[in-house]
């Protein structure tokens, strides 16, 4: 049970450290001829990741056609992190390596 719980604030510290302003974001999509792309990575086992990919395709502000597509890509691994505990203890605890994602626009 313990280890659940320093497993959970060690998530909450690495998601927490991965706040950095963006100022690049979009917040609306230009929903007259563009397409939306989500690309998001979540684990599925020790040894693979699955990377959703999704399509929105806007023309005259309707979403015309969404495509998603699923890949099982290798899992990178873990890796060994200090954390705090909720007693305020710093701990050694291990969390799955993430994938960056860089998108390329021609």
């Avoid at 280890?3 to 604030?9: M, N």
């Avoid at 230009?30 to 399509?55: I, P």
């Avoid at 705090?84 to 390596?97: A, C, F, R």
């Amino acid at each position: 049970m313990s280890s659940k719980i320093i497993a959970l604030c060690a998530m909450v510290l690495v998601f927490a450290g991965c706040a950095e302003k963006n100022d690049d974001k979009v917040k609306t999509v230009d929903q007259n001829g563009s397409v939306e792309m989500k690309v998001d990575v979540s684990h599925l086992s020790d040894s693979l990741d699955v990377m959703k990919t999704e399509n929105i395709f806007w023309i005259k502000g309707k979403a015309v056609k969404k495509v998603i597509r699923l890949d099982t890509i290798p899992a990178l691994g873990s890796t060994k992190e200090v954390a705090e505990n909720t007693k305020g203890e710093d701990t050694t605890v291990t969390i799955k390596k993430n994938y960056q994602i860089f998108i390329t626009v021609k």
